[in-house]
């Protein structure tokens, strides 16, 4: 599967990811709405993963020029206090956008957003909570579809269609899941297994180096990915193509495409992997070049 992701992630500044092929948004960053302009009224279904202005602001604009009868679906975790405040803000602001919808999310179930596509929150580590407390989420998109079980393959048609009505869809298929793209949000590397077998994963990579990510000012802000860490995950996991973003903006283009083709190189990463580098909205990642190819390309 080819999908079409634009997006910007530079940390600190601004993240939003729009999935074109599911009207699909992940995070609002500022300079949402005037780098996607009308494809923006695409949009149907917003997941935000974590209450950080950086993710969360491209809302009003968003909101101001799109806000129709039930859309968007504004979909955040459930125990953010920023969101509901959010929300009755734009409403007072601009009274029109409270046709928006404002779902506070757990991670209790999949969220469907179409026939053949539900959407898991994943509780990630960027903020700590209690277990009981939802803040800040990683999400994984997931495909799915109705296969008849085996002990009605042989029936014919007609009998089927009389099973599925005397005992209901669930008794006669299984569900079949498939994991087609996950988004990490903000969050340090944890157990990173429900991201196996993800055709597209978006990660973030704040820090290059260790030392960075352990520097003073670090310590007194919320948790995040460093690349040998994200590096030591990816070699472990089956993907299809890597998305690496939010960068700090204190690395450039060249030093951060040479230190993870270092990384890959050593780590014999199989798959391609993309970056958005900070500054830059790419309209099309999957179409730019990627930092790495890939040993099986």
Known sequence: M???ISGYSTALFSTFYFIEDWNLLFDAGDGLSACLLQKSRKIKHAFISHPDRDHLCGLLQFNQLNARPDF????YPKDSGSFPALANFTKTFDPHVGQAKWLGIDNSKAIPISPQLQVLPIVNGHIETDENTFKSFSFLVQQTKRKLKEEFA?????????????????AITNLITKNVFGYSGDTPVGDFSHWQNTETLIHECTFLRKEDMESKTHKKHNKHSVLSDVMDMAAQLQLKQLILGHFSSRYKKEEITQVIAEACEQHQIP???YCIFPGVFEKDVLKSTPVWKGLLT
Request: charged residues 35%; positive net charge.
């Open 2 to 4: 080819t999908l079409k």
């Open 72 to 75: 968007p679906m504004i979909y």
């Open 154 to 170: 042989h029936l014919p048609g007609k009998e089927i269609g009389l099973l599925r009505k005397e005992k209901g869809e669930d």
């Open 271 to 273: 798959f391609p992997v």
